[in-house]
């Protein structure tokens, strides 16, 4: 992408979270979504569920878009160490890897398509979110930043269903 593409791109995602940074997410918790909520604001994610062995291994790979508001959201069946690589992934993704609580413990930004090296998100990671790579920096996603979805056990979730 060109200096003016990435000026195009940054001028739609500035105007975009200037929209969910101030919308108020309480809706009913439904699998196929995600919210995100920080100091910087709130975000809603469409996502696919990739919560078996089989769709965790295929992932995002081969794919040649994603749309802006989407993403994959990987659920394991306990906490662990995980780690990602871009193997068969066109497009640069960011990765969000979440705790238990839905609190975001590490933000890996721009993956790299294609890239075989391993990106490790911590220990005890119960999910990880991925999506179109410059998106999480665009909006502020950090570290500490709280996830909401039915994944996350409602007596410990930082942010419950």
Not at 71 to 88: A, R, S, T
Request: glycine share 10%; charged share 20%; proline share 5%.
């Amino acid at each position: 992408m060109g200096n003016s593409g990435q000026a195009t791109l940054k001028v739609v995602l500035t105007a975009l979270w200037a929209v969910i940074g101030t919308t108020s997410f309480s809706g009913e918790c439904r699998d196929d979504q995600v919210y995100l909520r920080g100091d910087w604001g709130q975000a809603r994610f469409s996502v696919e569920l990739a919560d078996d062995k089989e769709e965790r291994a295929k992932g995002l790979m081969h794919r040649e878009s994603l749309p802006k508001s989407s993403g994959m959201l990987f659920v394991y069946p306990v906490p662990q160490v995980v780690g990602f690589w871009m193997k068969n992934t066109l497009i640069p993704l960011d990765m969000i890897f979440i705790d238990k609580t839905g609190t975001v413990q590490r933000v890996h930004h721009m993956a790299k398509p294609l890239d075989e090296s391993p990106i490790f998100g911590g220990n005890s990671i119960l999910a990880v979110l991925e999506i179109n790579g410059g998106l999480a920096e665009m909006l502020g996603i950090v570290e500490g930043s709280q996830m909401r979805h039915p994944a996350f056990d409602a007596e410990v979730a930082a942010w419950p269903c």
